[in-house]
Structures are given as structure tokens and as C-alpha cells.
């Protein structure tokens, strides 16, 4: 599910080189809570986009407006155990140059996803944490609940669920029918 080619908006993949020696980097770890069963298909991927597009992209012919540039860049998770994984993100992962000749393209690190599914069934439920650059930061962690009824499909193709971050609004009852994942990020050195 998580596209690991840059691209902009109009699905072309911007120029971009990859740093060869990052040095700020994040451990993540994801946790899952009572899933209601295996995950054969497990994807990560961190996002960077470029700050000042405006400034430094390339411009549509016509309009003359620069499109978003952004790239998802495959973030290697190693299994833990059946319910925990850890990688590893690297801030710095995309080099700022001038990549179109109008000026040093900023990218930045925006977020950090994982996706997990029963089976590579096109039916099968994607369900996706995130933890936003600025919680990565932080320290911090993202927990995110899931109704067990979309395991292991939603019968729709390519079904992406991003979960709830509370149960506050399901009746007690009904809150067994649920599983969280929990995605958090703590500062490592390289």
C-alpha cells in the first residue's frame, strides 16, 4: 500500500538524491494489541516533502504553478516477535540541492507510517498508524484502535482503515472488538 517512489502531483517522480550518511535518526517500535489475527503484509515508510516548492520546483507549462513535491521512502522493519517490530528513521534521509536549476529544494521529514494486512488478497484491510515529525520529535507515541470486523477484509479493494484514537464512543460492551496498534518514536544515534 505505502508508495515507496517520490512523486508530485502530477505522478512523476521529482529528482531527489538520497543521503549516504544520515546522522539524525529515530527508533520506532510498533506494538499491536490483541490483533484478531496474523499480518502477512507489513509495509513502513517515512514521508518528506519540500518546504519551498515554490520556490524551487518546476513549474506546470500552463499555469505556471509548482506542483507538492513529496517522496515516501521505505523505512526496513524487523519483527520483534508476532506483535512487535522496530526500524529505524532517518530525518536527513533526503539531500537539499538544487535538483530543477531554480534554487535549493528544503525537504523535510513529515511523518512515519506502517500499514499491516491478513494477506496480499486485494480485499484485505490495510489498517495504518502514523506519527506525525513533530511526535517523533517529541518523543512520543501514537495509539489508534481498530474494529476487528474489517479483519481480514473489508470486501472493498485496497480498503485503508486509519483507527480511532479513543473508545470513548463505543458502549463498553462492544469495546472487546477492537485492537490497537501503537507506534511510537524514540531519538537514536546512527
Known amino acids: 500500500m ?14 531527489r538524491n538520497l543521503n549516504p550518511s544520515p546522522q539524525k535518526a529515530y527508533d520506532i517500535r ?31 507549462p500552463i499555469s505556471g504553478a509548482v506542483p507538492r513535491i513529496s517522496t515516501n521512502e521505505v523505512v526496513k522493519l524487523e519483527r520483534v516477535s508476532d ?19 531554480r534554487g535549493v529544494c528544503r525537504w523535510e521529514f513529515v511523518e512515519v507510517r506502517a500499514s499491516f494486512r491478513a494477506s496480499d ?6 489498517f ?3 506519527l ?4 517523533a520529535e517529541a518523543g512520543s507515541n501514537e495509539k489508534l484502535f481498530y474494529w476487528n470486523g474489517y479483519y481480514p477484509n473489508a470486501e472493498i479493494d485496497n480498503y485503508a482503515e ?18 490497537e496498534i501503537e507506534l511510537s518514536a524514540a ?4
Open 2 to 15: 505505502l508508495e515507496s517512489k517520490p512523486e508530485d502531483v502530477r505522478g512523476g517522480e521529482p529528482l
Open 30 to 60: 510498533i506494538v499491536l494489541k490483541d490483533p484478531p489475527g496474523p499480518f502477512s503484509e507489513i509495509d513502513a515508510a517515512a514521508q518528506y516533502d519540500v518546504v519551498n516548492a515554490g520556490e524551487c520546483g518546476e513549474p506546470q
Open 83 to 101: 506483535t512487535e517490530f522496530a526500524g529505524r528513521v532517518y530525518v536527513d534521509q533526503v539531500l537539499d540541492e538544487d535538483y530543477y536549476g
Open 121 to 126: 488478497d486485494p480485499y484485505a484491510t490495510w
Open 128 to 130: 495504518v498508524v502514523k
Open 132 to 135: 506525525p515529525a513533530e511526535a
Open 162 to 179: 486509519f483507527g480511532n484514537a479513543s473508545l470513548d464512543k463505543v458502549p463498553e460492551a462492544q469495546r472487546s472488538e477492537f485492537f
Open 187 to 190: 531519538g537514536a544515534t546512527p
